[in-house]
């Protein structure tokens, strides 16, 4: 068993910054890749950014290449997702997800007013 808690959502105005966090319990952190995942209202839910299970390698969505970070620290058994240069249609509910596992978080709004 894997218990995800998504934190650090927020109401910010376009172009600013945010970091998101995923506290991760449960089973051994470094043993998986993590990924970011968004969902917006009348959406499906899409990927952000992964990361490899060492924090060797990150990838991401075209739409958030750039701008977002996704970064891990195993002494925390955290995941982080730095966000900038943030636009209104980066609106969604934000989720982690150890890559692989049908494990879910709760989510965390993130709101970005134009």
């Known amino acids: 068993q894997v218990q995800l808690v998504e934190s650090g959502g927020e109401l910010v105005q376009a172009g600013g910054s945010l970091r998101i966090s995923c506290a991760v319990s449960?089973?051994?952190?470094?043993?998986?890749?993590m990924g970011w995942f968004r969902q917006a209202p009348g959406k499906e839910r899409e990927f952000v950014g992964g990361?490899?299970?060492?924090?060797?390698?990150?990838y991401y969505a075209d739409s958030v290449k750039g701008r977002f970070t996704v970064s891990r620290d195993s002494a925390k058994n955290t995941v982080y997702l730095e966000m900038s240069s943030l636009k209104p249609e980066d609106t969604a509910v934000y989720y982690c997800?150890?890559?692989?596992?049908?494990?879910w978080g709760q989510g965390t709004q993130v709101t970005v007013s134009s």
């Open positions: 997800k150890p890559l692989g596992t049908a494990f």
């Open positions: 449960g089973r051994t952190f470094s043993a998986y890749p």
């Open positions: 990361i490899s299970y060492s924090g060797g390698t990150t």
